[in-house]
């Protein structure tokens, strides 16, 4: 199901969706395909957003598209200590 179909059946709602399809453009996946699991009620979305399995997310459909931002340079980077090998 494409996202602008799960935008018009969960108007401004917090959606558990399993991903589908998507491409990468830059530093950005675009979710071409999905399928609906379920809604997520606004006081559970960031828990639910944290125990979703791999390939899973959830996003509210107020966004129009559904767009996830890609981190290629990690802020903070570990350094061996000097007794290692």
């Not at 999905?34 to 979703?52: G, L």
């Amino acid at each position: 199901m494409k996202w602008q179909e799960v935008r018009e059946l969960f108007p401004d709602q917090f959606v558990l969706v399993s991903i589908l399809n998507y491409h990468e453009e830059g530093n950005k996946k675009i979710v071409d395909e999905v399928a609906p699991i379920r809604t997520i009620s606004e006081q559970d979305a960031n828990k639910e957003f944290f125990q979703a399995e791999p390939g899973s997310l959830v996003y509210h459909t107020s966004n129009q598209d559904f767009v996830i931002h890609l981190r290629r340079d990690p802020l903070m980077r570990v350094r061996r200590s000097s007794n290692e090998n």
